[in-house]
Every structure is written in C-alpha cells, then in structure tokens.
C-alpha cells in the first residue's frame, strides 16, 4: 500500500486544518489505520487511529477533543480535522496502519504559530 499525505500547511494557533492520506492497494478498507506526527527532536507518536470499518476511534490525550479522525474506504482515503490549533502541534503528519506497515509515506507539514 502506497500512502500520500496532503493537506498540511501554516495556520495560526486557534486555526484548524484537514488532513488527507490517499491510499493506494486493495487492503486499505480491511486495515486499522491511524495518524501519526513527528515534531523536530522528538519521536514520532500516534495520535489518532480508526477501526477498518470507521465505527470506532481512539486518540492521544494531547489532540483528544479538537482531532477527529474519519476514513471513507470507497475513496481510499482518510482525514484527520484539526481544529484549535496549538503551537505544540507543529510536526510533519504521517498516515499509515496500526500497528505500522511498510514505509512511510514523505508526510505533510503542519505549523501553528502562536
């Protein structure tokens, strides 16, 4: 499965964004999938993850309450809806399953100035 992130971009702290990853391969809709983000100096963690079937949800702490995560398998595709925008965000987003597979993907840039 190949994975191309978009959406990323500068947004002020308060701001919201949304997210895209496009899939490509036939196993997309029967993968667990998620967000990932990886800020400078730090390790990248999971921040959002989604059922195959997109009927259940889990997210870190930190994104809990302004994060949604939603996929739609006829597209291919899965988005994360950032809203309230913290400079803490600031990482390149990655998309890929949960557990990981394969490679990632070269991941979208976001960065909230305060």
């Known amino acids: 499965v190949q994975l191309v992130e978009s959406g990323g971009g500068l947004v002020q702290a308060g701001g919201s964004l949304r997210l895209s990853c496009a899939a490509s391969g036939s196993t997309f809709n029967i993968k667990a999938m998620g967000w990932y983000r990886q800020a400078p100096g730090k390790q990248r963690e999971l921040v959002a993850a989604?059922?195959?079937?997109?009927?259940?949800?889990n997210y870190a702490d930190s994104v809990k309450g302004r994060f949604t995560i939603s996929r739609d398998n006829a597209k291919n595709t899965m988005y994360l809806q950032m809203n309230s925008l913290k400079p803490e965000d600031t990482a390149v987003y990655y998309c890929n399953a949960v557990p990981k597979m394969g490679y990632w993907g070269q991941g979208t840039q976001v960065t909230v100035s305060s």
């Open positions: 989604i059922t195959p079937g997109g009927g259940s949800t």
